[in-house]
């Protein structure tokens, strides 16, 4: 069965950090191109970052120089460490894992940036 399992998210004063996870089971999540994307309500799903199988990561500019996606193919895990939070990064955050032929989806962590 396949599934993503994310955790790690919660409430964080601005300027604070968090790390994400993101555990995949029933594939090998090193195959796929992993990401991270996050939804307020009334807006779209947005990318976040993504890292291919190759290991090449591609950010939004609104989390560049704060937010690092990384991998680690042993626990088929992907993780997105969050820094210098700020409250527009309010929003549920999704792990998605996709190829041409798939696109599978977490069911979401919410992050909260409030003093």
């Known amino acids: 069965q396949v599934q993503l399992v994310e955790s790690g998210g919660g409430l964080v004063q601005p300027g604070g950090s968090l790390r994400l996870s993101c555990a995949a089971s029933?594939?090998?999540?090193?195959?796929?191109?992993g990401g991270w994307y996050r939804q307020v309500p009334g807006k779209e799903r947005e990318l976040v970052a993504d890292?291919?199988?190759?290991?090449?990561?591609n950010y939004a500019d609104f989390v560049k120089g704060r937010f690092t996606i990384s991998r680690d193919n042993a626990k088929n895990t992907v993780f997105l460490q969050m820094n210098n939070l700020k409250p527009e990064d309010t929003a549920v955050y999704y792990c998605n894992a996709k190829k041409p032929y798939y696109s599978y989806w977490g069911q979401g962590t919410q992050v909260t940036v409030s003093s």
């Open positions: 029933g594939f090998i999540l090193s195959r796929s191109t």
């Open positions: 890292i291919t199988s190759g290991g090449i990561t």
